[in-house]
């Protein structure tokens, strides 16, 4: 069963949640001063609309026509009620799913690609730096730098460079240049490689390399695919279209799931519906990630770089650590060492929960998906979907009714090789340990 907004009801507004919280975000801190930073301190990194964005407490701000123009190649995206797999599970749950692969990348990330990529180039910036783990946020980029007139060059984290090349091939479709990272184009990875030639790089080594190389060039800005502010209010597209979708079909959720790597996706389907938690509505929302990475699950809520080389400012959020480098578990995108500082507030103040699972019952929940529902999804949806299940099979003992709403934020047909690896027995379970957090606890900077 699919439900379909008209064109003309695509949102032209998206929503801050920062308006809204209920107490204010901790104060994004300079490494150097220890000092809370100012608009002038990013201005190296990203253009000043998008600072302005980063920080704004307005509660609705204009999408611009040019953006909406292009998000209209796909938005409005169907929401779908999941019929034959609530018929497998034999549930009371009724399940329904924002579905972001139709978009050209195949996931929710050009929602904030398209924008961003359209306000640095509105401000001259002639070219973006960027990372990518999976893959989908540096096709997005390259989809939305081809789209808007910027060039585009992508670090992508080495194990995922080697594990998805069609990913990487999809990006130079795009005329985005694509290297493996750590790589020896920039100082940071060139110190990697040598401390490690077989490193597999993380997202935090990425990040690192990109930031450095955007800094070194006047006309490169450096574009981020999730974590902060301005990057979840662009997503939050996707939950204002599922609320008028809801309303079209008299349903409201009970439990909002997305998984979450650095939250642009979870935030994206949940911050609308959190509007109406802040003014008393029943809700739970349910953060969802791998056990391998288990950022909120495990690790502290403090001040933390965002990346491994120390270049990007102090923020407060969970992490494991700067210096983190994750397994190579096929969920790329959800290998990032911190969190969302929104989605990090939101977890410490118990508005939402968090879960983590290991790679094996992830891919079984996405068969099953696949065999029901008919699309094959990202590895980083299908651990939303087996939060969905599980959740499903409660309300089934329970004998409840529950309304679920998932995002499938991508699907998963450049990522056939992880499903390769499932069928032929080769998937591993990592398990983050916890004497890693501790040992991460001793190297996180001090912050007064």
């Not at 009724?94 to 996931?107: D, M, N, Q």
């Not at 910036?125 to 999976?134: F, I, N």
């Not at 990913?167 to 750590?182: D, F, I, N, T």
């Amino acid at each position: 069963m699919k439900y379909i907004l008209p064109p003309a009801e695509i949102p032209k507004e998206w929503y801050n949640i920062l308006a809204d919280l209920p107490k204010p975000l901790p104060p994004v801190i300079h490494p150097v001063t220890k000092k809370p930073i100012s608009p002038d301190d990013l201005s190296p990194i990203f253009p000043y609309s998008l600072i302005e964005q980063e920080v704004s407490t307005k509660r609705w701000i204009k999408i611009p026509e040019e953006v909406l123009e292009i998000y209209s190649y796909w938005r409005p995206t169907p929401l779908y009620r999941a019929k034959r797999l609530e018929e497998y599970l034999d549930t009371p749950a009724r399940i329904y799913y924002k579905y972001e692969g139709v978009s050209p990348p195949g996931s929710h990330k050009p929602n904030t690609a398209v924008a961003q990529a359209y306000f640095n180039k509105k401000e001259g910036v002639k070219r973006l730096t960027t990372e990518t783990g999976a893959g989908q946020w540096g096709s997005a980029l390259a989809y939305a730098g081809k789209m808007i007139g910027i060039e585009v060059r992508v670090y992508m984290v080495r194990v995922s460079y080697e594990q998805k090349p069609y990913r990487k091939l999809l990006m130079q479709v795009w005329g985005a240049e694509v290297y493996p990272s750590p790589s020896e184009l920039t100082e940071s990875g060139r110190k990697i490689r040598a401390q490690d030639p077989n490193s597999p790089g993380s997202l935090g080594i990425a990040i690192s390399e990109a930031v450095e190389d955007a800094v070194k060039d006047k006309d490169t800005k450096y574009s981020l695919g999730s974590v902060l502010n301005h990057v979840l209010l662009h997503q939050t597209i996707i939950g204002l279209e599922a609320k008028k979708q809801m309303e079209m079909i008299g349903e409201y959720p009970d439990v909002i799931i997305a998984c979450c790597g650095g939250g642009s996706n979870l935030g994206g389907i949940s911050f609308p519906f959190l509007y109406d938690k802040f003014a008393g509505r029943e809700l739970r929302v349910v953060a969802v990630e791998p056990s391998a990475c288990p950022t909120l699950t495990k690790g502290p809520y403090t001040y933390d770089f965002g990346d491994t080389a120390r270049l990007t400012p102090l923020i407060k959020m969970y992490t494991l650590g700067h210096d983190f480098i994750p397994p190579g578990i096929h969920a790329g995108g959800l290998r990032y060492h911190g969190d969302s500082p929104i989605i990090s507030l939101l977890y410490h103040e118990k508005i939402i929960e968090a879960r983590a699972y290991p790679q094996n019952p992830v891919f079984e929940a996405a068969v099953l998906f696949a065999r029901t529902e008919g699309i094959v999804p990202a590895p980083e949806t299908a651990h939303a979907i087996r939060a969905v299940i599980d959740e499903a099979l409660e309300a089934k003992k329970l004998k409840e009714e529950r309304v679920i709403l998932f995002n499938c934020s991508g699907h998963g047909y450049f990522d056939l090789s992880a499903y390769d690896s499932y069928f032929s027995g080769k998937l591993e379970d990592f398990e983050y340990p916890e004497e890693k957090v501790k040992e991460a606890l001793r190297k996180l900077p001090k912050v007064e």
